[in-house]
């Protein structure tokens, strides 16, 4: 059998992935799909130095990425074509939301140390604060996790009193309500609340109205950890929880409830896992000291907050947990 021992040189290769994110901030792969093939040619169309984007490209090239189909001509191969992708150009390039995910990795270290995200180090501003003094950041955030960078979110899960006893939904930090949308135009009879910051809000209309559900949807620009719209049956956070520390994970989940009372649920999509999974570190960790927890974790979160688990499993797209007010 062959010897399987990871290499310590491989694994701590900085090289590949800042010419990965090099490449993607140059759009080489889109002018090569336009044409641009000879270094010198397609040095001037990203204006950039050839020498050096040339000793970039071979060493990708040596990685299995692009190929060099003649000296000094460059082509795209299968793993190069990724880079046209929308959602994996929002998340590489250096010049926006990219580079600051790329440089958090450089606070790691105090993160580890510490427990809490040293975003600040590196940008001067915490990282939700950074988005407010960034607003073009700010966009390419919304649209990392909307459906230019995770495609269309899948609506279909099922809660345990039944989607037939729903009227309202709150979205709650739901962004540019692409996840509303799709719950709203799948069940005709439900109305929809979405709740995000102002700068977020502003940039939903576009998702409501392609989905035709605009006379539906109600806009609520304001911080999720100040009173939510109170009243409706199904609070739902999808991919909300994991972005924070335990004090603040448990102060969105006490809104959530002082909302929902008495009968309303929350649902919580995304950042909870069973209890025997195994798991490794993530980016909203070093961004912004997120989590992901465990069941068995959120249940204790859930019961501070005043909340009860009263389901929780695996389904087709999600491990959907639901709560509701502890009485």
Known sequence: MADQTPNLW??????????VHVVATLNIAEHIEA??????DLAKAAQCDAYCLQAVLRHLVSKGLFVESTTSKFA????????????????????SLGGRMAHSWGTLLTYVRTGASAYHERFGLPFWED???????????????GPAGHGTPDPDFEITVGWETIRTVVDVGGGTGAMLAEILRNRPSIHGILVDLPRTIARSSETFAKAGVTHRAKLVGQSFFKP?????????LRGVINDWPDREAI????????????AGRIVVL????PDETPRGITIEMVLVGGKQRTLSEFRELAKTAGLEVVSAGQQKSYYVVECRPRS
């Open 10 to 19: 491989e694994l701590s290769d900085l090289c590949t992935p800042w010419c």
């Open 270 to 273: 995304k950042g909870i896992s």
């Open 228 to 236: 939510l719209p109170s009243g409706a049956d199904l609070y739902l």
């Open 76 to 95: 795209l191969n299968e793993a190069a074509r990724g880079l046209l992708d929308p959602g994996m150009h929002l998340g590489l390039d250096l010049e």
């Open 131 to 145: 988005l407010d003094a960034h607003p073009a950041i700010a966009a390419d955030f919304d649209a990392l996790i």
């Open 251 to 262: 102060e969105i989940l006490a809104r959530c409830g002082e909302a929902a009372r008495p």
């Open 35 to 40: 044409g641009h093939h000879d270094i010198n």
